[in-house]
């Protein structure tokens, strides 16, 4: 069995003002989830990572799911279109100022419809409006889209570190 390299991008922005957002569709409705469940965020992390191969989470318990999701330093969003799921973003900010874009994607048929900047915008937005927030920053790698990093870089995140790796 071969082995295959993988490239681990980390963005980040350090003001607002940074941000080159796309406007929302009149059509994308997005919701904050304000009463955790983590029964959703895992449905939501498994509808979005499935076909990106997301597998960092699996071996989680209920009780992890539980404390990541009911803890204050997280919260989720999710985007409806015309009733479906069509993405979801969660932030993590554990240390009270770096806000982590810790999952964001669309739902498998919305990809290529043109949500991907506006959905990112929203949680850049997000991000900074979380009273406290001095950095957003953001990981992806050549296993996710082929348009995240593009994406990212767009939304006028910054790369400030690449770490390599390999899959055995």
């Known amino acids: 069995m071969s082995s295959q390299q993988y490239t681990t991008y980390y963005l980040e922005m350090l003001r607002v ?9 009149e059509a994308l409705n997005i919701v904050e989830c ?5 029964q ?5 992390y498994e509808l979005v990572g ?6 960092d989470l699996d071996d989680w318990t209920d009780a992890q799911w539980q404390a990541l999701v009911a803890g204050n330093d997280h919260r989720t969003w999710v985007a409806y279109y015309q009733g479906g799921i069509a993405g979801y973003y969660e932030l993590h900010r554990p240390d009270g100022h770096s806000t982590e874009i810790r999952y964001f994607g669309l739902a498998p048929g919305f990809v290529g419809l043109g949500f991907g900047g506006p959905l990112l915008s929203h949680a850049i937005n997000a991000a900074w409006a979380w009273a ?12 996710d889209h082929p ?3 593009r994406n990212y870089q767009a939304r006028g995140l910054k790369i400030y570190k690449e770490e390599i790796g390999r899959i055995e």
Do not use: M
């Open 132 to 143: 406290g927030t001095k950095r957003v920053w953001v990981h992806t790698c050549t296993f």
């Open 50 to 55: 499935s076909d990106w191969e997301w597998g």
């Open 34 to 38: 304000r009463l955790p469940q983590y």
């Open 40 to 44: 959703f965020n895992r449905f939501l």
């Open 147 to 149: 348009s995240a990093l």
């Open 17 to 25: 003002e940074q941000l080159r957002a796309k406007p929302i569709p």
